[in-house]
Structures are given as structure tokens and as C-alpha cells.
């Protein structure tokens, strides 16, 4: 069973950039594709960001796009998402999951598994 581990989250002032990192062990992630989430207060786990397994297809929710990459190192056994142009609207819980369905990763948390404990991410403006 794969175990994921997120860190890399902290308190940044609007406008700075934080890189997440998504370790995967006790089994490989390359054969999978991998997406990242996001959950505010009072809100539901959002998508983010989506990677296939090889990292050559990436898609990416509105909000973010053109200010977050994701990216992944398989020999790591590791995925990334580096944050750019941070806005306090981007302050939440971030998770990182695997796409437990084959071809191209969906948008929907529901059809994702293996959930890491997420990491804060805190934009003051």
C-alpha cells in the first residue's frame, strides 16, 4: 500500500512562491499518475493540479494555472508543486493523492486514493 508524505508548506506573504513535495513510499508511484488538492476551512477538497505517469501531460485548475507547476521525479518516487504568484486565496490544506483509475488523471477527488496527512499553506496579503 502506498504512503504518502507532503511537506514543504508554510506561512509566505502574497506574491512569493512555495515548492510542495509529495514522497511516496512502502511502494513505487511511477506507474500512476498523481494529483494535488487543496481544502479550506468550511470548504471541500478542491483539485489543483494533475500529472500522468510519466509527467509529460499536466493539467491544471483555473486558479492556479500559470502560476503552479507539478512535476515529478520517478526515480525519487516523488511528485512536486512548485507555487508561484501566491494569493491569499490559495491559503488551505494542500494534499497530494493517486489517480486509482488508468489513463489520464480526472479532476475528481473521489477517484483518488492513498491521501497523505496534507500540508498548511498560509498566503497573508
Known amino acids: 500500500q502506498v504512503q504518502l508524505v507532503e511537506s514543504g508548506g508554510g506561512l509566505v506573504q502574497a506574491g512569493g512562491s512555495l515548492r510542495l513535495s509529495c514522497a511516496a513510499s512502502?511502494?513505487?508511484?511511477?506507474?500512476?499518475?498523481m494529483g494535488w488538492f487543496h481544502q479550506a476551512p468550511g470548504k471541500e477538497r478542491e483539485f489543483v493540479a494533475a500529472?500522468?505517469?510519466?509527467?509529460?501531460?499536466?493539467a491544471y485548475a483555473d486558479s492556479v494555472k500559470g502560476r503552479f507547476t507539478i512535476s515529478r521525479d520517478n526515480t525519487k518516487n516523488t511528485v512536486y508543486l512548485q507555487m508561484n504568484s501566491l494569493k491569499p486565496e490559495d491559503t488551505a490544506v494542500y494534499y497530494c493523492?493517486?489517480?486509482?483509475?488508468?489513463?489520464?488523471?480526472?479532476?475528481?477527488?473521489?477517484?483518488?486514493?492513498?491521501w497523505g496527512q496534507g500540508t498548511q499553506v498560509t498566503v497573508s496579503s
Open positions: 500529472i500522468n505517469w510519466s509527467g509529460g501531460i499536466t
Open positions: 512502502a511502494r513505487t508511484i511511477s506507474n500512476y499518475a
Open positions: 493523492a493517486v489517480f486509482l483509475y488508468g489513463g489520464f488523471p480526472s479532476r475528481r477527488s473521489a477517484e483518488y486514493g492513498y
